[in-house]
């Protein structure tokens, strides 16, 4: 991943925001019995700073809400002061474009697997500079993304539901470690039926009969804000949107494809399976036009 300069500090002296205070990156901790390292009882969220602000804040901490509301963690921060500690990270950092985790967990309890009613959350906000975003950028990955479909399924929405972005993570580790073989990017992982579902870190887009295709909500997939981006863009655009249930064949036989997230932006697909796709006007529109709205968001006066 390309960084830029940091302001100053070198990378390991960055700052990051540990329960209300500024500290260094390698005097930042967490108690041992805290329940999102006993039990991944926590929730995140990864943001991309863009000339100091956060892009599509209000649908990031939306999704917050919405998964602390899942986990019934009542953290009791608002929206204001999760973001003031974000910004506050940012400045300190003297970073304007970054890289942004917000952690969220239900903080220290007895060691016992029933939460207490009672929450002191243990709050974290780690940073990371990157390059400029908008027109002219440079991505932060180095080439087109090669997929692999992995034997990994997607936890059912009845187990983990998607759309609460937890710690309990090791699902997208137990994939990507299947990557090892063929040195692949990104995983390609199927629901419980063999339906195309999600990658490990990104959503699924592909292009076949002129139409842009990718997972419903409907299943085990995380709603990506990103995601919500790119849809946005093509609708605006005219550009026919499909959204539903798919094999991986129909992802293999596309005529292109890319993968979404908050820190990849717009990644196109070189294969999946080892089956070349390329690029594709489609893929590059979308991404022109996603350039084009950060940099009128973020970067004009």
Do not use: C
Not at 178 to 183: A, M
Request: charged letters at 30%; proline letters at 6%; aromatic letters at 6%.
């Amino acid at each position: 991943m390309t960084e830029n300069d940091t302001g100053g500090d070198s990378a390991d002296e960055l700052r990051f925001h540990v329960n209300g205070e500024l500290v260094r990156a390698s005097e930042a901790t967490v108690n041992v019995r805290d329940r999102g390292f006993m039990y991944g009882d926590a929730l995140f969220e990864t943001l991309r700073a863009y000339g100091g602000d956060i892009f599509r804040w209000e649908e990031h901490t939306n999704r917050l809400a919405e998964g602390a509301e899942i986990l019934e963690l009542d953290h009791g921060l608002s929206n204001a002061e999760l973001k003031r500690r974000v910004d506050e990270t940012l400045a300190a950092n003297e970073l304007s474009d970054a890289y942004v985790k917000l952690s969220v967990t239900r903080g220290v309890q007895p060691g016992k697997l029933n939460p207490d009613p009672e929450v002191d959350p243990t709050v974290v906000i780690q940073v990371k500079p990157l390059p400029r975003g908008g027109r002219g950028s440079d991505p932060v990955w180095d080439a087109p993304a090669t997929l692999q479909t992995v034997k990994t399924r997607r936890v059912p929405d009845r187990a983990i539901p998607a759309r609460a972005k937890t710690h309990n993570y090791l699902n997208g580790i137990l994939a990507r470690l299947e990557l090892r073989v063929t040195d692949a990017d990104e995983a390609v992982m199927l629901d419980g039926d063999g339906a195309l579902a999600e990658g490990a870190t990104s959503n699924l887009f592909f292009v076949r009969n002129n139409a842009l295709h990718t997972p419903s909500l409907d299943g085990p997939v995380l709603p990506g804000i990103t995601r919500a981006e790119v849809l946005d863009i093509a609708r605006d655009e005219g550009i026919p949107v499909r959204e539903g249930r798919y094999k991986p064949d129909d992802l293999r036989d596309a005529t292109e494809a890319f993968v979404t997230n908050s820190t990849w932006e717009l990644r196109p697909v070189a294969s999946v399976d080892g089956i070349e796709l390329g690029g594709g006007p489609v893929t590059t529109l979308l991404s022109r036009l996603f350039d084009a709205r950060v940099e009128q968001r973020h970067y004009t006066e």
